[in-house]
C-alpha cells in the first residue's frame, strides 16, 4: 500500500512560484504513473497534470499548461510540480495521486491518493 505526502504549498502573491512535492512510501512508485489534481472551494476536483513512469511523457490541463511543469525522481520516490506565474485562480487544495499501470488519464481514475497541500494565490 503507497501513502503518499504533499509538502511545498503556501500563500504566494500572483506571478510567484512554488515547488510541490509529493513524497511516496510503502513501495516504489516506479511502475505508476503518478498525477497531480486540485480542488478549489465549492469546485470539483480537477486534474493538473500527469506522468508516465518513466518521466517521458506527460500531459497537463490546457489551463495550466507552459506554467506547471510535472518531474519525478523515480530514485527519490518522489514526485513534483513546479508551478511558476501562479494566479489567484491558481489557489486551490492540490493533491498528488498515483495509479499501477502505464496509462496517461486526465481523469480521477487515479487508485491511490495523498492528503493535499493548500496553495493560495492572492492578487
Known amino acids: 500500500q503507497v501513502q503518499l505526502v504533499e509538502s511545498g504549498g503556501g500563500l504566494v502573491q500572483a506571478g510567484d512560484s512554488l515547488r510541490l512535492s509529493c513524497a511516496a512510501s510503502g513501495r516504489t512508485i516506479s511502475n505508476d504513473v503518478m498525477g497531480w489534481f486540485r480542488q478549489a472551494p465549492g469546485k470539483e476536483r480537477e486534474f493538473v497534470a500527469g506522468i508516465s513512469r518513466s518521466g517521458s511523457r506527460t500531459n497537463y490541463a490546457d489551463s495550466v499548461k507552459d506554467r506547471f511543469t510535472i518531474a519525478r525522481d523515480n530514485a527519490k520516490n518522489t514526485v513534483y510540480l513546479q508551478m511558476n506565474s501562479l494566479k489567484p485562480e491558481d489557489t486551490a487544495v492540490y493533491y498528488c495521486?498515483?495509479?499501477?499501470?502505464?496509462?496517461?488519464?486526465?481523469?480521477?481514475?487515479?487508485?491511490?491518493w495523498g492528503q493535499g497541500t493548500q496553495v493560495t494565490v492572492s492578487s
Open positions: 495521486a498515483g495509479k499501477l499501470d502505464s496509462v496517461l488519464i486526465s481523469t480521477r481514475d487515479y487508485g491511490y
